[in-house]
T-cell receptor, first 111, second 114 residues
Framework: SQQGEEDPQALSIQEGENATMNCSYK?????LQWYRQNSGRGLVHLIL?????REKHSGRLRVTLDTSKKSSSLLITASRAADTASYFC???????????FGTGTRLKVLA | SAVISQKPSRDICQRGTSLTIQCQVD?????MFWYRQQPGQSLTLIAT?????????ESGFVIDKFPISRPNLTFSTLTVSNMSPEDSSIYLC???????????FGPGTRLLVL
């Protein structure tokens, strides 16, 4: 399969709670990126983590990368209704220019 | 980051017709990428478009069905030819950031084929 796997496929939480999404991939990578997509629109870039990094923060976002397990997680803290969206991870394999996208997690934050 | 626009933003088309989607970037870029996102699915790369050469298509996508033009370093078009309802998808173009690390996306074209 071209795609990585994300879990859960769907997640529903209350406003103020934390949301965690996981991404697994198959090959050695240069970097991994997380994107948000609102209601079938374009993708918004959230954060990039390089293969030699283990953790990155950006505002309420925290991303971890475990290259030995070929997995990454995205944590959104203190979630808001506006965080309701689909979240995708994308990996760029070493030596290529192509990104492979995960299957996505649909997050719903209830007010 | 690059600013990318796409036209049209959405369209409803009859089967058997063709639609050309335009992608404009506010800076010169080497590679432009076209993706398809079928309803409820993730993104699948259709092809990579380089200026001055033929596009490189991914497995399962062919030039006759998805001809691509790349006349200069800021513009590309994707045509969806002889459409069927299975072509109903969001089509997205994207470009790499100058340092090649981050990929940015246009707002997408939502296509419905009846």
């Amino acid at each position: 399969s071209q795609q990585g796997e994300e879990d859960p496929q769907a997640l529903s939480i209350q406003e103020g709670e934390n949301a965690t999404m996981n991404c697994s991939y198959k090959t050695s990578i240069n970097n991994l990126q997380w994107y948000r997509q609102n209601s079938g629109r374009g993708l918004v870039h959230l954060i990039l983590i390089r293969s030699n990094e283990r953790e990155k923060h950006s505002g309420r976002l925290r991303v971890t990368l475990d290259t030995s397990k070929k997995s990454s997680s995205l944590l959104i803290t203190a979630s808001r209704a506006a965080d309701t969206a689909s979240y995708f991870c994308a990996t760029r394999a070493a030596g290529t220019y192509k990104y492979i996208f995960g299957t996505g997690t649909r997050l719903k934050v209830l007010a | 980051s690059a600013v990318i626009s796409q036209k049209p933003s959405r369209d409803i088309c009859q089967r058997g017709t063709s639609l050309t989607i335009q992608c404009q970037v506010d800076s010169q870029v080497t590679m432009m990428f076209w993706y398809r996102q079928q309803p409820g699915q993730s993104l699948t790369l259709i092809a990579t478009a380089n200026q001055g050469s033929e596009a490189t298509y991914e497995s399962g996508f062919v030039i006759d069905k998805f001809p691509i033009s790349r006349p200069n370093l800021t513009f590309s078009t994707l045509t969806v030819s002889n459409m069927s309802p299975e072509d109903s998808s969001i089509y997205l173009c994207s470009v790499d950031e100058a340092n090649g690390e981050t990929q940015y996306f246009g707002p997408g074209t939502r296509l419905l084929v009846l």
